[in-house]
Structure formats: C-alpha cells, structure tokens
C-alpha cells in the first residue's frame, strides 16, 4: 500500500480559489515533502516540512503536518491557471531515509 | 532549474532490447536516486546510490541495474525489457542519506517499449 495516499485525486477550480490537497501517510517520519509535477515532466520540489513543525508557508503555499493523525495538506492561496499540475506528497523510507514514497497525487486543474 | 539533467528525453525500445539512461547530479550532490514512474501514477523508487555504491533499492528485478561514476553521476540500465517498463524515468540528486534533505529531480526519460 501507498505511504502517501493524496486524496483528492483530481480538484478542478476557478483562478483566485484556494486549492487544498490532503495527503495520509502510515510510518512515523522526520519529514514530509511535497512536489508539482508539470505533464510529463520532472518533479519540482516545493516544500519540506519536518516532523517537529506544524505549519510552513511559502508565498502562496502552506503546508500543514498533524504528525497524531500522520497528515499532512497544502493549500494553495490565489491560485492562478499556471499552478495546473499534478501534486505529490513525498516521505523518507524507514530503512533508507533518502527513499522517498510517493503518493499517487493530485491532479489540479484551476480554469481561468 | 534544478542543475540535474537527464538524456536521452525520449527513447523507444523493443521488447528484449536492453536500454541505458544518463543522468548528470547537481554539482557537489554526492548521491543519485532513481524513480520510475508510469502514466498516471506516482514515482516508484528504484535505487539509489551513494558514492559509487548501490545504498538501497525498491522492489524492482534484476534486470534494472545501475552505476554511479567518480563525479556522481549515474546510469540506470534496463535488460530484458518488457512493455511495462514504458515509463517516465525520473533521476534525483541530493546531499547525504540521512532522508533529511531535499532532493532535486531531473526533467526524466520517457521510454516506450514496443
């Protein structure tokens, strides 16, 4: 099963609506990362919020981790046609710690 | 940018065939991780190697195998290849292994196997 399970998998809103994407993970981690994937294209690495912090921004994002319930969300604030991706929550492995698990992501789609 | 590149960014193969990816790590990364990823899923992680030595691997055969080089860039060799292999082939550098730093991904190879 998923380490990372994003739920939803596909959110469709309008330019200037707040975007929230949920991700659940089932192992104790000292990190969790979330990446926007562009079809077809590399991972961009967006942010990385550790197991002692709660909330994390950056510009328009921010990242939420309840380490109690192993969830974690981002929002996306303003949002703007341009920030259509796919978006994955990513956690270390227990036996490897650079292994990152993927979900299977969030498929957002912002209409202008 | 992530400094990462990755070649060739399109390949097609037949099935049998064996196939070499190339992926260059952003400079003073001393560690390479390899992912595959098929249409409409996450990435599934393959390897990773750490100063030129395999240092963990997901639950892929044999027949994908890897080389990491004196200045820390990295191939990933298929043999065999199956249909399923079609995928996009992610590669991500990074600093250390202690799974506390961010890793920087290259804009991957798509294969398709025939």
């Known amino acids: 099963s998923q380490q990372g399970e994003e739920d939803p998998q596909a959110l469709s809103i309008q330019e200037g609506e707040n975007a929230t994407m949920n991700c659940s993970y089932k192992?104790?981690?000292?990190?969790l990362q979330w990446y926007r994937q562009n079809s077809g294209r590399g991972l961009v690495h967006l942010i990385l919020?550790?197991?002692?912090?709660r909330e994390k921004h950056s510009g328009r994002l921010r990242v939420t981790l309840d380490t109690s319930k192993k969830s974690s969300s981002l929002l996306i604030t303003a949002s703007r046609a341009a920030d259509s991706a796919s978006y994955f929550c990513a956690t270390p492995g227990e036996t490897s710690g650079s292994r990152l698990t993927f979900g299977e992501g969030t498929q957002l789609t912002v209409n202008p | 940018e992530t400094g990462v590149t990755q070649s060739p960014t399109h390949l097609i193969k037949t099935r049998g065939q064996q196939v070499t990816l190339r992926c260059s790590s952003q400079s003073g990364h001393n560690t390479v991780s390899w992912y595959q990823q098929a249409l409409g899923q996450g990435p599934q992680f393959i390897f990773q190697?750490?100063?030129?030595?395999?240092?963990g691997r997901g639950n892929f055969p044999p027949r994908f195998s890897g080389l990491q080089f004196p200045n820390y860039s990295s191939e990933l060799n298929v043999n065999a290849l199956e249909l399923d292999d079609s995928a996009l082939y992610l590669c991500a550098s990074s600093l250390a292994t202690g799974g506390r730093e961010t890793q920087y991904f290259g804009p991957g190879t798509r294969l398709l196997v025939l």
């Open positions: 190697y750490y100063r030129e030595e395999e240092n």
């Open positions: 192992t104790s981690i000292n990190n």
């Open positions: 919020i550790r197991s002692n912090e």
